[in-house]
T-cell receptor
């Protein structure tokens, strides 16, 4: 069974730009969650989608947004990038309670 | 503020020894608890989940949960150099129907050959 896939794997952007990251969950999983990982803050929850609906949102500014499509694939968008947005962005999919992470997208903001 | 606390380490153990990793959480209503292993430069990998008080064993790994003390632990028996990684404790504070996880900062484990 294929795991969670994320694209792109690496991304370099400049301040003020926007970026869209993509996540394809494990087949049959309907929940997709997004996390940001930085050395200083660790893993922090961004938001969770289930059947195209956002169920929970973490404590991040409105520049961070996401959506889920009918095939459970999800995208997250960050607008007006700041240097502090440099991080590993992780997507996780769930069938029941356990979450399985994808390889992540490493975003560098210059 | 729902928090999950772990000792950052590093925790160094000799090969073949038992490594003991600990985690406390603040939200008494938490229902689901997980341990992830993360190698440097990689994403977290789920190694154990536990939902009720007591012990749960899977191979060389044993997870222990004590909800009254708000404490979760992971024991790794017969530690191997390949176990050297950062171990993340994660808690679902919202219960069934939500998959939002709160993570600790992780404990870095080093197994010395």
């Amino acid at each position: 069974k294929a795991g969670v896939t994320q694209t792109p794997r690496y991304l370099i952007k400049t301040r003020g730009q926007q970026v869209t990251l993509s996540c394809s969950p494990i087949s049959g999983h309907r929940s997709v969650s997004w996390y940001q990982q930085t050395p200083g803050q660790g893993l922090q929850f961004l938001f969770e989608y289930f059947s195209e609906t956002q169920r929970n949102k973490g404590n991040f500014p409105g520049r961070f947004s996401g959506r889920q499509f009918s095939n459970s694939r999800s995208e997250m968008n960050v607008s007006t990038l700041e240097l502090g947005d440099s991080a590993l962005y992780l997507c996780a999919s769930s069938l029941v309670r356990e979450q399985f992470f994808g390889p992540g997208t490493r975003l560098t903001v210059l | 503020q729902k928090e999950v606390e772990q000792n950052s380490g590093p925790l160094s153990v000799p090969e073949g020894a038992i490594a003991s990793l600990n985690c406390t959480y603040s939200d008494r209503g938490s229902q689901s608890f997980f341990w992830y292993r993360q190698y440097s430069g990689k994403s977290p990998e789920l190694i154990m989940s536990i939902y009720s008080n007591g012990d749960k064993e899977d191979g060389r790994f044993t997870a222990q949960l004590n909800k009254a003390s708000q404490y979760v632990s992971l024991l790794i028996r017969d530690s191997q150099p390949s176990d050297s990684a950062t171990y993340l404790c994660a808690v679902n504070p919202l219960g069934a129907g939500s998959y939002q996880l709160t993570f600790g900062k992780g404990t870095k484990l080093s197994v010395i050959p």
